[in-house]
Nanobody, 120 residues
Framework: QVQLRESGGGSVQAGGSMRLSCVAS?????IGWFRQAPAREREAVAV???????EYGHFMEGRFTISRDVDKNTVYLQMSSLKADDTGIYYC?????????????????WGHGTQVTVSS
């Protein structure tokens, strides 16, 4: 069983920055960040594996950085140059085995999500 707890969401002006945190406990092979805007499907943002490999969604444009603190069991998502289109609920998710990192079906556990609102 993996438990996930996100934090760090809130409201920010366009062009601003925000850091999300996900504390993960339990066995997993990768932690991913996803986001879901109103009336849109959940989409992959970034993932970090136990081996430290990183992947990013195509829309990142270099604005987002995923990282981890192994000692704190925490995965971070640093977001900068935020746009109104980045608004949504951000979820972290844990996968017990390898697979397609960008597919929601590849993840077994999900956090409750944290709201990110970017105003233009």
């Amino acid at each position: 069983q993996v438990q996930l707890r996100e934090s760090g969401g809130g409201s920010v002006q366009a062009g601003g920055s925000m850091r999300l945190s996900c504390v993960a406990s339990g066995p997993y092979v990768s932690i991913g960040w996803f986001r879901q805007a109103p009336a849109r499907e959940r989409e992959a943002v970034a993932v970090v594996t136990k081996n430290g490999n990183l992947e990013y969604g195509h829309f990142m444009e270099g604005r987002f950085t995923i990282s981890r603190d192994v000692d704190k069991n925490t995965v971070y998502l640093q977001m900068s140059s935020l746009k109104a289109d980045d608004t949504g609920i951000y979820y972290c998710a844990a996968a017990r085995r390898g697979g397609s990192w960008s597919s929601t079906s590849g993840y077994n556990y999900w956090g409750h999500g944290t709201q990110v609102t970017v105003s233009s």
